[in-house]
């Protein structure tokens, strides 16, 4: 896993470089195990510019004439910056961290691919990572950001998360901490991780390596590796909507047998000479009788029956209880 470091970096690995020789001891040390040698010279390289030793010291650029920076790459052709910054960690962590993913990702790519296309890869990755990286922050620049177009950086980290993009192709369904995750999502996954355990990471440098794993796939192997990678994703983006549409299709066509039909019931006639409506519980009564036959309301119209009704005891107006009383006895059953 790589970690692209801005200048305002700190560092959190603490005495780390013997854990580092250690793991190379024992991924080169033991008698028949692979060893990769182009992976061990990048490995050495960089462990060169960062100790410094002796007399070299002497002869490497110092870190603040190397450092990637994009304003002063284009303003003044700095291809030094560009391309050496990728060599310089900020960092004992930094360093560290970028070496152990190094060892790790580069002794699985080089010993499956053969030494001559892994470093033919490792410089294209070099190469493409560096100017994604130059051209997002540019693009940002222009859209009103200008913290990654004038941040400092350092790293080598561009170049892993793009073998990681490689690696994960080759591999597909990649093992992280004992889940299983597709190769289509490692690399973001990947990237979530580094900023969420390491937030001063140069977010912008880091999604530029991951834009030049993809471009190396798709000059090196065409759009086909590419579509395996992001198999499943257009299915999964378009499941909403073919859920819309059936759920339109089933309203258009009644719904088959899952889907329920409510037909409203056709309106009586009510006052016209059929039914007549009781002012009272509002039920609607046959033109035949003279009083409610659920409130014993009399009609209106007829004043001999609402005479009637008040001489036999009958209360021309009932309550509420009783009304809701008289609808349960006739339909609650």
């Known amino acids: 896993m790589g970690v692209g470091m801005s200048s305002d970096g ?31 010279a990048l490995i050495a390289a960089n462990a060169l510019v960062y100790l410094r030793p002796g007399a070299v010291d002497a002869h490497l650029p110092r870190l ?32 560290f961290m970028n070496m152990a ?19 033919s890869m490792v410089v294209s990755l070099l ?48 093992v992280w901490q004992g889940v299983s995750v597709p190769s289509k999502y490692a690399a973001l996954l990947e990237l979530l991780v580094i900023h969420a355990f390491n937030p001063e990471a140069h977010l912008v440098c880091n999604v530029g390596g991951i834009l030049a794993g993809l471009a190396y796939l798709l000059l090196r192997h065409g759009p086909e590796r590419l579509a395996h990678m992001f198999s499943g994703i257009a299915d999964v983006a378009s499941q ?22 409510h037909v409203a019931p ?3 006639e009510v006052g016209r000479g059929m039914w007549w409506r009781c002012i009272t519980c509002s039920y609607d009564n046959s033109r035949h009788a003279d009083v409610c036959e659920m ?6 119209d007829h004043a001999f ?19 809701r009383r008289r609808r349960l006895e006739r339909f609650g059953g």
Do not use: W
Not at 70 to 77: C, E, G, Q, R, T
């Open 10 to 40: 700190q560092d959190l690995g603490g005495r780390t470089l013997p854990l580092l020789a250690v793991r190379m001891l024992l991924q080169y040390g033991p008698t028949g195990a692979s060893r990769p040698p182009v992976t061990a």
């Open 64 to 95: 603040r004439h190397v450092m990637f920076n994009p304003h002063l790459i284009i303003k003044f052709s700095d291809l030094r910056r560009f391309f050496l910054s990728a060599f310089y960690h900020l960092s004992e962590g930094h360093f």
């Open 101 to 119: 993913s190094l060892l790790h990702t580069g002794v699985k790519l080089e010993t499956s691919m053969g030494s001559p296309e892994f470093a």
């Open 127 to 174: 190469g493409l990572s560096q100017g994604f990286t130059l051209l997002l922050s540019k693009g940002l620049l222009l859209l009103g950001n200008d913290m990654a177009y004038y941040q400092y950086s350092a790293g080598f980290s561009g170049v892993l998360l793009g073998m990681n993009v490689v690696l994960n192709a080759r591999e597909g369904n990649v």
């Open 240 to 261: 909403p909507v073919r859920f819309a549409k059936r759920l339109l299709r089933s309203a258009a066509h009644g719904g088959g047998s899952t889907v329920r039909r």
């Open 266 to 268: 056709v309106p009586k």
């Open 295 to 300: 409130c014993s309301t009399p009609h209106p």
């Open 305 to 323: 029956s609402r005479r009637r009704h008040v001489q036999d005891g009958g209360n021309s107006e009932l309550s509420v209880e009783e009304i």
